[in-house]
């Protein structure tokens, strides 16, 4: 039997420590093709490059596997990967492990959960893995086991069609993880700040900075696993069709359009 | 009592004949104010600019209302609008209307889409509007009385907790309009191409292009509607969770792991 094909990807960069680890990871379980961002991609959300060129290189980063940076965003690795250098469509797509949260409503800013659901587009059964600590020397050491053995089940056990997995992975020594809990996304929100300077020529700018405000006190979120020092699955999909709001807005009155349903 | 504050933002770019269209229309509802990025910004999805600065620059373009151009991305502009601009939380958030299609993937990758959602996210009642012409001298006359009664029908009725619409609009004569449905988002995909040239000194470079493949027979979708004449809307929320899997991922075997639930 051939060995699996596992597509890694991520956003912060093709030299993260975070992809690193996740690279020596799937080797374990199979065979692994690399092509990720050539510098960060954080907050590029499910961005995609279509107003201008996109540029490759395969490298030898000394990972024993065959690797490619790309000049795009998450999105378009996972795209690139599909579309022109795999030869079959992979059995795995895991993108990651980010240097920072992506729980709760992060997930909708995430290059690396939108390059995962790219993935789930693509057919691919897929995980996001993201390290709740945004340090360039973040200790991967503690969640190896767990990582492995989630991706393992992927493996195995396949996903659903059009769903895939954000895991979360609290910022704790390994004897401190408590195990696994499968969540829902915490309702949860940035309270944005601008950071307002100046210039040297005088003229104003500003950084994006914000508070992140936890609305949700539920027990089943991916924000209380992580706060109890649990990993967090949150089964993710990209239907985001409000599908229990459509009988609401059909009750409104379009009633003075002509042919109004 | 006070006219409804209406904040327009989009991802075509402040000077867009689509957000021109979509001010004038607003203008004839309440007090807008507009807040768009200075160049297009099509395909940017939910990024924020996080790694680099942001300018922002009041502009008098003749329209009779405050109006801001950002060097960012459409999410971005929403940000600030809330943030920095706007003295009370608007009443209503419009974005578009978006010269080309965001019927159902598109949603994931639109950066008109992802402002609306960016609304809903801030508790704004928000509508992303869009028209399936991708053209810049598209005829935004027919769906003008849609998109008013619509946004009427927004700030009548409100919008349910985390939810947003995505109405999309046919590129056909305003008599030719059948009405409006509400629907799903159609499961539907891009299958990738990458448009594979040279530069001037010989190196490599791509264009990603696709081809859209609807994979929904469905007559309760967003694209069989606009095929079939209707104006399109999709109720949306960015609680991507996907609840029905939840009981399926909880099964799996990570008894390998100590303490594993």
């Not at 360039?136 to 969640?143: G, Q, R, V």
């Not at 053995?149 to 059009?162: M, Q, R, T």
């Not at 994006?208 to 609305?215: A, C, D, R, S, V």
């Not at 027990?219 to 985001?240: C, G, H, K, M, R």
Request: proline share 5%.
């Amino acid at each position: 039997m051939n060995k699996p094909l596992i597509l890694v990807v991520n956003d912060d960069g093709i030299t993260a420590p975070g992809i690193r680890t996740l690279i020596q990871l799937m080797k374990e379980l199979g065979e692994v093709v690399v092509v990720a961002p050539d510098k960060a991609q954080s907050g590029m959300g499910h961005a995609v490059t279509i107003n201008s060129t996109l540029r490759f290189h395969k490298l030898d980063m000394g990972a024993g596997c065959e690797e490619y940076s790309c000049t795009g965003t998450p999105v378009d690795c996972v795209k690139f990967a599909v579309g022109k250098i795999l030869k079959r469509k992979p059995d795995l797509c895991v993108s990651g492990i980010n240097h920072g949260s992506n729980a709760s409503i992060n997930v909708i800013y995430s290059g690396t959960m939108s390059a995962a659901v790219e993935g789930a587009i693509e057919g691919i059964p897929s995980i996001g893995f993201s390290l709740c600590d945004y340090s360039i020397s973040a200790d991967f050491n503690p969640l190896k086991k767990f990582a492995k053995k989630i991706a393992e089940n992927v493996l195995k056990n396949g996903l659903p069609n059009g769903v895939c997995l954000n895991v979360n992975f609290p910022a704790v020594a390994e004897e401190e993880l408590k195990g696994i809990k499968i969540c829902r996304q915490a309702k949860a929100m940035w309270t944005e700040q601008f950071d307002e300077r100046k210039d040297p020529g005088g003229k104003t700018y500003f950084w994006l900075t914000g508070k992140f405000i936890n609305q949700d006190k539920g027990e089943d979120t991916d924000l209380w696993a992580l706060e109890n020092n649990y990993v967090s699955i949150v089964p993710v999909q990209f239907d985001i069709t409000a599908h229990t709001s459509i009988a609401a807005v059909s009750k409104w009155n379009f009633d003075l359009i002509p042919h109004a349903v």
